[in-house]
């Protein structure tokens, strides 16, 4: 699967992307006014191949949910079980992604590709419905949590393959029940420290430039972290050409899950809407496997996270807004998404000067 999921990945269409630049020419206002806005309707038009390409809707939310044995080191203050009550929580309604995603309209997919604690029994997931109103939980755990990488490595090649394709599974469902546009989501405790290490070995960064302070940790606590990413990296000594085995080593569930619903949507030239560091870090390795599944990428936000814009610099993507956000959970996407939806809605609703006889100068 992901070696035929990688194979469909195609670079922009020239062409469509030619045609938008020349179609904004033509529209009632004046050349380049809305700034980033048409160099990204430009972009999606050539990930479609189309002028205008499709609008993005409706949106879908994929979070993806696991836990980290190196939650073990003390690096984040929160108990481990609380993955596993947020996802009863994103269920019920009652979590910022889910006040978000109602505003937008937006779909909520939860999966479980490695929560450490077992969660409450589940109706199962039937085919893949794109119901504003109605939370799905997906019960895809490939382990109960990572291994500790400081001790070990934290998948081995075959667990982390295994949540990749759980990924562009996920993507494909999504997309085949009519998704426009599928949003990034996560939700680990402890997962902006193997966000961390992945970013480190993908970009090069030292580790003090690629670490945070995650939900909010006082500084001997932040010191340790990056102390720990450090060992990490010294220990497996990632090798960024084979970024499965950089996500075996040090990555997590979620991460290489969110991997592979980028590279799903990039086949199936759908867009992306990045959320945070978590994201990012799991966008280098999709930019690792597919270097062109960059094409369909849109960075929602900057997160708060240091290592985001290291990601998104290595990456060359520009977030569509910076709110200093670092919740996660696909919050900052969700408060993209208009932004995105507007880039696109210019090229299909804005009349030209000759269809409104407006003069040019």
Known sequence: MLETTIGAIRPADEAAMAAARELHGRLTKPAGSLGALEELSVRLAGLAGACPPPLPEPAAVAIFAGDHGVHAQGVSPWPQEVTGQMIGNFLAGGAVVNAFARQAGASVTVVDVGVAHPLP?????????????????????????????????ALTRDEALAALRTGIRIADELIDAGAGILLTGDMGIGNTTPAAALIAAFTGADPLDATGRGTGIDDPTYAHKVAVVRAALTRHAPDPADPLGVLAAVGGLEHAALAGLILGAAARRTPVLLDGVIAVSAALAAAAFAPDAVCAMVAGHRSAEPGATVALRHLGLDPLIDLGLRLGEGTGALLALPVVTGAVRVLHEVATFDSAGVAEK
């Open 121 to 153: 029994a589940q109706p199962a997931a039937g085919p893949a419905v794109l119901d504003p109103a109605v939370p799905r939980l997906v019960a895809a755990s490939v382990r109960r949590g990572t291994r500790d990488f400081t001790v070990t490595a």
